[in-house]
């Protein structure tokens, strides 16, 4: 199965699994990226976004995210538009 990526998420996902589907259609002028379902959900189980985190302690996305980077958690370098995702690993 193959999911549309919304905008939000698209340079997340595809910076991080390095791979997607990009499909041009003729009746647009956009170009759509597609990711495996399979892929997404292993990426999920893999990774947290700071957003999650914050919900999870009861604290601001601004404020995890400082407390993770001072425990030396680093995010996935996914440029500066992007919310910070971490390795669950790192983090948990």
Not at 33 to 58: D, P, T, W
Not at 78 to 87: H, K, Q, V
């Amino acid at each position: 199965m193959i999911s549309r990526l919304s905008p939000a998420r698209r340079g997340l996902i595809v910076t991080a699994l390095g791979s997607s589907l990009t499909v041009s259609w003729a009746s647009s002028y956009y170009m759509r990226r597609y990711v495996c379902a399979k892929s997404m959900e292993q990426f999920a189980e893999g990774h947290i976004s700071v957003v999650e985190l914050a919900a999870q302690n009861r604290r601001l996305p601004g404020v995890e995210a400082v407390i993770q980077l001072d425990r030396g958690a680093k995010p996935l370098p996914l440029g500066p538009r992007a919310n910070m995702i971490f390795r669950r690993s790192d983090v948990l």
